[in-house]
């Protein structure tokens, strides 16, 4: 699984680098993302793009998004 | 906490918040030309400065609210307007004719024209009330901005109630206590709806775009129950006309602005990146704006005798705070929104980047101009002359905004174009 740290990144630095992160991804592989606050403007392109997510807020205030092609 | 899916379309069409940004402008230079007609700027009574005020409140201040909200809403809560495209033009329209029906009912003394702008800035209101308690309802976050921008929009409600009560009262001649209705109206609408609005986004746009910590708990938690405590208290006590309740409660409210300002600036300073740009500095000039405005304010209360002070803490709220932080977040959210769009829908060769929309070298030039004004703005009230510098400021103001906005249209038309083809 790739992991992306997107924390503290001003915009659009995290989306982009999802994007083109997603862009290399093999299609059965997950990109884990690691991200300062909850991207909700990503859902819309990640939906539109064919992809699932999985949204966890972490203890430290951060959210870890799980990224995978649906099924 | 986990979260599979949310609605499929989260952003509205960038056309949306444009449309609002693009009209905005030409309000502050309409502002500029009906405060020509006064006589003298240090008395806000006069029909021509009531005009020029909403102008500005309405016109300028209100529409790039009424877009900001479209865009920030689904970015900050995770759940867009209903319907934002008919939501957009049912309220945009009315509110371009409401306000001018407004302002020409106040300079030519028009009960019609009153008449006329309370139906349409009533419908406009009305539509965007409605529309964003459905999206706070509907919001997958529950989040201290949710609570920040529900109570704005409460204080919005009764503020637009009061304003329409009032131009009604003018129109028909009515029996009303105009100045406590006036003086309610006014702090519903600046220390409710714009005040109120700003905290709550700021909790998200600054940590966001200017890379600092985030707002501190307690902070982010009591602020804007606090505020809006104070406006209740402050309208409970002109109600039943308790003076020392007045004095408290616009005393909390003062006391929680500064305390808004003086972490703003604190979290500024602990910015992760030290770059300065002129945004940033938009948002220092707003945050110092509303120190000086509580000091007019504290002074008002402490010497009643001052009045003038009241009336500068008014303008200095307006122009200062409200003004500079509008500007700076206009120069952060346009060329963001000119990037997503473009962007969107994956990877594309081409694309500028943000810094690439609007020219820097322009923000600094309109950073520059609007110290001047504000600073002609304060001035003012002691030296005529000075108002004819406010007039030109304002003026000049709305055309460079009005450059800035056009530009970051004609970058989008235009890269879409070239993507389109290629």
Known sequence: MSELDARGLPPPEPFEKIMHALSSLPPDAALRVLIHREPYPLYAELQGM???WQTSALPDGHFAILIERAK | MSTASLSTEQA????VPLRFFAVAPLFLILAALTGLMSDRLADAHTPALLAATHCITLGFIGMIMFGAMQQILPVVIGSPMPSSRLVAWSSLLPLIF???TLSGGFLLSNADLLHLASILLGLAFLIFIVASLVSLAR??????TA????????ALTAAVTLGIVLAQGYAGGWQLDYPKLAAAHISLAL???VMLLIVGVSYQVVPMFQLTPSYPEWLSAGLAPALFAALLLNLASSYFDVLPLGFFAEGLFWLCAVCFALVTLKLQFQRRRRVTD???NFFRLGMISLLCAASC???ALLAPAHEYFRQLSIVIFILGFALSVIHGMLYKIIPFLVWFHLFRGGVKKGVPNMKEVIPEPWMWRHLWLHIVTLLAAMLAFFWDAAAWLLILGLSLQGVLLSFAILTGIQVYRRTRQRLEKV
Request: glycine share 12%; aromatic share 6%.
């Open chain 1, 50 to 52: 064919g992809y699932a």
């Open chain 2, 12 to 15: 509205p069409p960038i056309s």
């Open chain 2, 98 to 100: 409401g306000t001018l």
């Open chain 2, 139 to 144: 919001a997958a976050a529950r989040n201290a």
């Open chain 2, 147 to 154: 609570t920040a921008i529900l109570l704005s929009v409460l």
């Open chain 2, 191 to 193: 220390g409710g709806w």
């Open chain 2, 278 to 280: 002129a945004t940033l």
């Open chain 2, 297 to 299: 304010a504290a002074t």
